[in-house]
Structure formats: structure tokens, C-alpha cells
């Protein structure tokens, strides 16, 4: 909006300095430190628009000199005169757009004289996904360092934007989300972002309609409460990595497009760090607590508003899409939506079931609508199979350990109905008194909640919406199960369906956790069993069990199953071992592997380092120096391909169920 763009030349009422509270008076201007103080958006309010300010906080705002109070211990004591003014003058001014060379149409983007400073944090760009944006932004153009000088124009430009020095002409935005717990949290989400429709072709691909970058980590805003809006960089690397490798493995999950770092500002966390950037994009950024903030405050019309945006905007439900006026899925928007978000996180959590990932943090303000993995913090990768492991130490409970993932998908459902009860009911009257059944979806009007509520009708409603919603919830598990079901066999190079398929895979889990073995390794290494008879048979068990000692006669066993189950006429033996390959990674982000591209960039500098794992975290299906079961490896390797292969590895035992924080 236009009055964003006014905060730059922001004056100071007189009034503004006076002792006691600041009152505004009608026609004063909204003081700039509104941006950046935290407080509670009544009304209905989800968005505010705050332009990036990755500045330490509290912020260290000085009175000058010729100003100070000549008292001890008082002189650098700024007014708040002086703090509105020295804000207002990192805030955006059309007097300083950001265009390329030769460009005469209306500005897109603008900084301050300020942003352009030398005390201004400058951020260093670490790196960028190309796949990313080859992906899903290939209108993006990224430039290039060693290119022409346009080139390198547009490069610095769009680290300009990365950085948080730069914001783009559509302002970004920040969205409040609430959650509602057993441990009573209530968190904001902190991001800025924009949005830019999806090319008809990753539309086509992805089945997005529109893309949403978000800078994580770029300051302060109005939901950051006591905290400072940065990120540090190691937690910054995480999630840069962590989006990436989830992407390549084919599951649900936001993207990183870059990571910058910002040295000159310090961050407190466990300790003092770093801060850095990351841009990320995701189809939507919505999250089931957006729903849940709206329905506990009673923000009827916001509620049915959020509804209506998620319904037809994000998921594109138009009138089409109904079910019939006959069928028993209901035909109310609300409970489509329910309907959509429910289907979306079952099939993503399946994917963590069968990939052994672990979130760390399933809080409903960490689940979005869209049914993608986002806000990755104190992720992991399962090394050795353990299906009680938790990768949070701040879990003590192991509330969100693996095995309890599909639980609190679960309960996140029964918290996004819960919040929707109330309309879907209504949903359900309307449908229920038309006399003629119309097109389409039913939806509530804008006077819904006011009028039912003074009508006494809230819960007789909320009763019926709760009946729809354990409805969803069964089938939730259905999904989930037909889903983690569908991967697992594709772990297994299994091309039909059977009816011993669930206990052939949950009896191998179980060796797995028996046996203390490593769950990717193992997967990875079925692709190479032939028979039981073969004469390799011994050597490929002790590849398998890590020992040419161990008591395998559960294995064999287990063994002679699967071959029968390939054995089956349904099964192309051919094609199975690249079948198997294409579906079980040889390279996952484990912690240990995490910690040490962590300590390579932020104690060394080393970016090779990160480059080298996010190659291959995008591309984690290839051998990278894999043995083969009976050959003896004798040619010699380059140092680069034994770094990789070495990368492929458990690491030391120190790091082998490593738990790490949540704070970013």
C-alpha cells in the first residue's frame, strides 16, 4: 500500500515526546516503530505489511549528541522523537527506486538512502538453488557474477531483495497464527513474502496457481513478541538443505531458492551467532493454525473469509469440483476444505513414514493447508531404525517422535475441524433446507456467525460440524495408510499389490530394529539380492548386517518371503534393480552430516562444502562410489568422488541419533 511508502518521510508529532503514553490523534501518522512492536491484530486482521529490517534487536538507537540529557547515566537515552525518525528512515522511499539500466516503466522495488549506507547489513550470498528455481521459477532470472555487466547488475540486485535490503513494489506481508495445545502455546509465525503467479507450465506440473517467497529470518514484526525475527545461520542451513533433499525425493515440501548470510549481525540464541537468510517458496504459506486464531476469538467473518480464499484460491475448488447433491461427502466449501487439508497431510506424513523423516515440531502453526513440509528445525533423518526416536531435545515427551507422526496429523485435523465446526454446521443447514438443491458448493454468508450466534444456533451447529469432522478423521487414516503403503512398495521394487505386502514390510522393520541397522543403507542395498541360492547370498547378509557373525537365520528367512513375493507373475524382474534405485536414496541429510557443513561455513567459510551437499541432496538416487555385492573395488578414485562416498556414510557413532534445538 501507498502509506507503507510514506514511512520514510514520517515527521514526529510534537506530542510524540511529551511524558506518559503517546496517544495519536485523528490524522497523526502511524508512528514507524508500529511496524516492529508486538501486539495482537484485532478485528480480523491476518496480514500486516512490514518491509524486511534484519537489524540486531533491541534495536541501538542513540540520542545524538547535541540532544543528549546532561545527566549521568542518561545520555544516550533516546526520545522517542528520535526513535521514530531514526526507524522511519529505514523504511521504504519511492525517491530511491531499484531498476535495471534503460528501464522506464514504474518501479519495482525500492530501498532508502539508509538501506544504502555503509552501516546497513550487508549480505553475502552463499548460495542459490538453481533446481529450485528451474523448477518452479524459471521466469526468475538469477544473473550471474561473472557475466556481463547487466548480468552482474541483476545478480546484485536480486541479493539486494535476498538480503532484506530491497523490498519489492508488492509489498510483503506477515501472517499471525495461533494454536490452541495441551501445552498451551501460542505462537506467531514470523515471514515476510510475495507472491507471483505459476508459469502455465509448473502450474501444469504442480498444480499450483500461485507461488509465495518468503524471506525467513529478514527482522522484527509485529508477531515476533519477544523475540528479534532473525535466523541464525545454522539453523538457516538446515532448512536450506532440508527443503531441497525432501524435493528431491519426491515428497510434499516448501523450497529454498537462497541463502545469504549476514555476519555483521549478531544473533541471541544458545549462544551468540550469526544471522543469515533464507528465501523460500511454497504454493501457500497458510497454516491450520491461521484457522484456528480466527475461530477462538470469534473472527466469524474473517473465518468464512480464510475459508473461502484457502478453498478457491489455493485449492481451486470451483463449482465444479461439487460432489453431487446426493453423495455423503457433504457439499459444503468449509468442509472441502477439510476435506483437502486432511487428504494433503495424510500423504505427506505417509512420506515421512516410508522416508524415515522426522519433523521435530508438528505445532499446527508448523502444518500447512497445502499439505507441505515446512519450517524444517530440528529435522533428522532416521540412521539406525528406531521407530521411538525423537530428533527434538526439547521433546521429552516424544509427543512428536516417529512413530507418533501419523497421531499428531491426525490431531492437527481434529484442530482445523474444531475450528471449522461451527461452519461447517451451518454448511449443513443450508444444504439441508434448500427446496431445490443448487450448483455447487454451499457457503455460508457474510452474516453467519453474528446471526447464529444471537440466534442461539452456534452449537447445534458446532455438534453437526464435529459429527463431519470424525468422519474426516477415519478417513485420514485410510489415505495415510493407502499411501505409505504405495511408497513402500516402490521401496521394496514391488510393482502390484498383495495381501501379505503390510506384514512382509513390517516384519523387515522389525529385523531393522532388532538388528540395530541403518534404515536408508538398508533399503538402498535390496536392490542388489538376487536369490537365497545364490553363492552371493552370504556376502550380500554380512553387506546387510554389518558383520560376517552375526546370526542371520531371521534374515533368510525374511529373505526367502521376498523372493517369493518377486517371484510373482505381476513382478518385471528386469527392471527392478533401477526400479529400487530410482525409489531408495544412497545420500540423506543425516545430522552428523548437517553438523559438519554447519561448522565448514560458519567456522571456515567453506561454501564448496555447502554446494557439494546440496548437489547432492538434490540428487540422492546415484551411487556415489556404491559397492557392489562380491566385486573387489580396485580403481583408484579422485579425492572428490571419495569425499562424496564418504558422505554417504553413518559417520561416527557420537552423531548417531543426534537430537538438536528447535531455535532458529
Given amino acids: 500500500?501507498?502509506?507503507?511508502?510514506?514511512?520514510?518521510?514520517?515527521?514526529?508529532?510534537?506530542?510524540?515526546?511529551?511524558?506518559?503514553?503517546?496517544?495519536?490523534?485523528?490524522?497523526?501518522?502511524?508512528?514507524?516503530?508500529?511496524?516492529?512492536?508486538?501486539?495482537?491484530?484485532?478485528?480480523?486482521?491476518?496480514?500486516?505489511?512490514?518491509?524486511?529490517?534484519?537489524?540486531?534487536?533491541?534495536?541501538?538507537?542513540?540520542?545524538?549528541?547535541?540532544?543528549?540529557?546532561?545527566?549521568?547515566?542518561?545520555?544516550?537515552?533516546?526520545?522517542?522523537?528520535?526513535?521514530?525518525?531514526?526507524?522511519?528512515?529505514?523504511?521504504?522511499?519511492?525517491?530511491?527506486?531499484?531498476?535495471?539500466?534503460?528501464?522506464?516503466?514504474?518501479?519495482?522495488?525500492?530501498?532508502?538512502?539508509?538501506?544504502?549506507?555503509?552501516?546497513?547489513?550487508?549480505?553475502?550470498?552463499?548460495?542459490?538453488?538453481?533446481?529450485?528455481?528451474?523448477e518452479w521459477l524459471p521466469q526468475l532470472d538469477l544473473g550471474n557474477r561473472e557475466g556481463s555487466e547487466l548480468e552482474k547488475l541483476r545478480r546484485e540486485q536480486l541479493l539486494g531483495i535476498?538480503?532484506?535490503?530491497?523490498?519489492?513494489?508488492?509489498?510483503?506481508?506477515?501472517?499471525?497464527?495461533?494454536?490452541?495445545?495441551?501445552?498451551?502455546?501460542?505462537?506467531?509465525?514470523?515471514?515476510?513474502?510475495?507472491?507471483?503467479?505459476?508459469?502455465?507450465?509448473?502450474?501444469?506440473?504442480?498444480?499450483?496457481?500461485?507461488?509465495?517467497?518468503?524471506?525467513?529470518?529478514?527482522?522484527?514484526?509485529?508477531?515476533?513478541?519477544?523475540?528479534?525475527?532473525?535466523?541464525?545461520?545454522?539453523?538457516?542451513?538446515?532448512?536450506?538443505?532440508?527443503?531441497?533433499?525432501?524435493?528431491?525425493?519426491?515428497?510434499?515440501?516448501?523450497?529454498?531458492?537462497?541463502?545469504?548470510?549476514i555476519p555483521s549481525v549478531r544473533v541471541l540464541r544458545e549462544r551468540v551467532e550469526d544471522a543469515a537468510i533464507v528465501t523460500r517458496v511454497a504454493p501457500s504459506w497458510i497454516r491450520i493454525g491461521n484457522f484456528e486464531i480466527q475461530s477462538s476469538r470469534e473472527e466469524w467473518e474473517t473465518l468464512r473469509l480464510l475459508t473461502?480464499?484457502?478453498?478457491?484460491?489455493?485449492?481451486?475448488?470451483?463449482?465444479?469440483?461439487?460432489?453431487?447433491?446426493?453423495?455423503?461427502?457433504?457439499?459444503?466449501?468449509?468442509?472441502?476444505?477439510?476435506?483437502?487439508?486432511?487428504?494433503?497431510?495424510?500423504?505427506?506424513?505417509?512420506?515421512?513414514?516410508?522416508?524415515?523423516?522426522?519433523?521435530?515440531?508438528?505445532?499446527?502453526?508448523?502444518?500447512?493447508?497445502?499439505g507441505s513440509c515446512i519450517d524444517y528445525g530440528p529435522y533428522a533423518f532416521m540412521d539406525v531404525f528406531d521407530p521411538g526416536h525423537i530428533c527434538n531435545h526439547s521433546d521429552e515427551e516424544g509427543r512428536y517422535s516417529y512413530r507418533n507422526q501419523p497421531t499428531m496429523g491426525v490431531f492437527a485435523i481434529q484442530k482445523l475441524g474444531t475450528a471449522l465446526a461451527e461452519l461447517i454446521g451451518c454448511e449443513e443447514d443450508i444444504s439441508s433446507a434448500e427446496s431445490t438443491p443448487s450448483h455447487g458448493f454451499v457457503e455460508v454468508d457474510a452474516e453467519w456467525g453474528e446471526g447464529g450466534k444471537l440466534a442461539g444456533w452456534m452449537d447445534g451447529w458446532k455438534k453437526v460440524g464435529m459429527e463431519r469432522v470424525e468422519e474426516v478423521k477415519s478417513d485420514f487414516q485410510g489415505i495415510?495408510?493407502?499411501?505409505?503403503?504405495?511408497?513402500?512398495?516402490?521401496?521394496?521394487?514391488?510393482q502390484s499389490s498383495h495381501a501379505d505386502d503390510f506384514s512382509l514390510i513390517s516384519t523387515y522393520l522389525d529385523l531393522l530394529q532388532n538388528h540395530e541397522l541403518d534404515y536408508t543403507s538398508s533399503f538402498r542395498l535390496l536392490s542388489q539380492f538376487t536369490s537365497t541360492t545364490s553363492p552371493l547370498f552370504p556376502t550380500?547378509?554380512?553387506?546387510?548386517?554389518?558383520?560376517?557373525?552375526?546370526?542371520?537365520?531371521?534374515?533368510?528367512?525374511?529373505?526367502?518371503?521376498?523372493?517369493?513375493?518377486?517371484?510373482?507373475?505381476?513382478?518385471?524382474?528386469?527392471?527392478?534393480?533401477?526400479?529400487?534405485?530410482?525409489?531408495?536414496?544412497?545420500?540423506?541429510?543425516?545430522?552428523?552430516?548437517?553438523?559438519?557443513?554447519?561448522?565448514?561455513?560458519?567456522?571456515d567459510g567453506d561454501v564448496k562444502a555447502l554446494e557439494r551437499v546440496l548437489e547432492m541432496a538434490q540428487a540422492p538416487f546415484e551411487g556415489y562410489g556404491e559397492k557392489e555385492i562380491g566385486e573387489e573395488v580396485c580403481e583408484k578414485k579422485d579425492e572428490e568422488s571419495m569425499e562424496r562416498e564418504r558422505l554417504c556414510g553413518m559417520g561416527g557413532e557420537d552423531m548417531l541419533g543426534f537430537q538438536c534445538s528447535c531455535s532458529s
Fill in 480 to 494: 495415510f495408510k493407502e499411501e505409505y503403503m504405495k511408497l513402500m512398495r516402490l521401496r521394496l521394487g514391488l
Fill in 162 to 261: 535476498f538480503g532484506g535490503r530491497t523490498a519489492l513494489a508488492r509489498e510483503p506481508f506477515e501472517e499471525g497464527v495461533d494454536e490452541v495445545e495441551k501445552k498451551g502455546f501460542a505462537p506467531w509465525a514470523l515471514c515476510y513474502g510475495v507472491s507471483t503467479p505459476a508459469t502455465p507450465e509448473v502450474a501444469a506440473k504442480t498444480g499450483f496457481r500461485t507461488l509465495e517467497l518468503q524471506l525467513k529470518g529478514s527482522g522484527r514484526t509485529p508477531y515476533s513478541r519477544f523475540a528479534d525475527g532473525l535466523a541464525v545461520l545454522r539453523s538457516s542451513i538446515r532448512e536450506y538443505l532440508g527443503a531441497e533433499a525432501m524435493a528431491a525425493l519426491k515428497l510434499p515440501t516448501s523450497r529454498a531458492l537462497a541463502l545469504v548470510g
Fill in 1 to 134: 500500500p501507498s502509506s507503507l511508502l510514506k514511512l520514510s518521510s514520517y515527521t514526529p508529532p510534537a506530542s510524540i515526546s511529551d511524558p506518559g503514553p503517546i496517544t495519536l490523534k485523528e490524522g497523526d501518522a502511524v508512528p514507524p516503530s508500529m511496524l516492529r512492536r508486538s501486539r495482537q491484530v484485532r478485528g480480523g486482521g491476518v496480514f500486516s505489511y512490514v518491509s524486511p529490517l534484519p537489524l540486531e534487536f533491541p534495536y541501538n538507537i542513540q540520542e545524538p549528541a547535541d540532544t543528549q540529557v546532561k545527566e549521568v547515566g542518561k545520555e544516550v537515552t533516546a526520545t522517542a522523537s528520535t526513535i521514530e525518525t531514526k526507524l522511519a528512515s529505514f523504511e521504504l522511499d519511492p525517491q530511491f527506486p531499484v531498476v535495471e539500466p534503460g528501464y522506464t516503466g514504474r518501479p519495482t522495488a525500492f530501498e532508502s538512502e539508509r538501506r544504502r549506507g555503509p552501516d546497513f547489513p550487508k549480505p553475502v550470498l552463499l548460495s542459490v538453488s538453481w533446481k529450485c528455481a528451474e
Fill in 308 to 370: 473461502r480464499y484457502v478453498g478457491r484460491e489455493v485449492f481451486d475448488l470451483d463449482d465444479s469440483k461439487c460432489p453431487p447433491t446426493d453423495s455423503e461427502k457433504g457439499r459444503g466449501l468449509g468442509l472441502a476444505v477439510l476435506r483437502q487439508v486432511s487428504e494433503r497431510t495424510a500423504i505427506m506424513i505417509a512420506g515421512w513414514q516410508a522416508y524415515g523423516f522426522m519433523h521435530g515440531v508438528m505445532n499446527t502453526d508448523n502444518i500447512a493447508v497445502v
Fill in 540 to 603: 550380500f547378509l554380512s553387506a546387510l548386517t554389518g558383520s560376517t557373525k552375526a546370526d542371520t537365520t531371521d534374515f533368510e528367512s525374511w529373505f526367502a518371503l521376498y523372493q517369493t513375493r518377486l517371484s510373482l507373475p505381476s513382478e518385471d524382474p528386469t527392471t527392478r534393480r533401477a526400479r529400487q534405485n530410482s525409489a531408495n536414496p544412497r545420500f540423506v541429510l543425516r545430522q552428523w552430516v548437517l553438523e559438519e557443513t554447519i561448522k565448514k561455513v560458519d567456522k
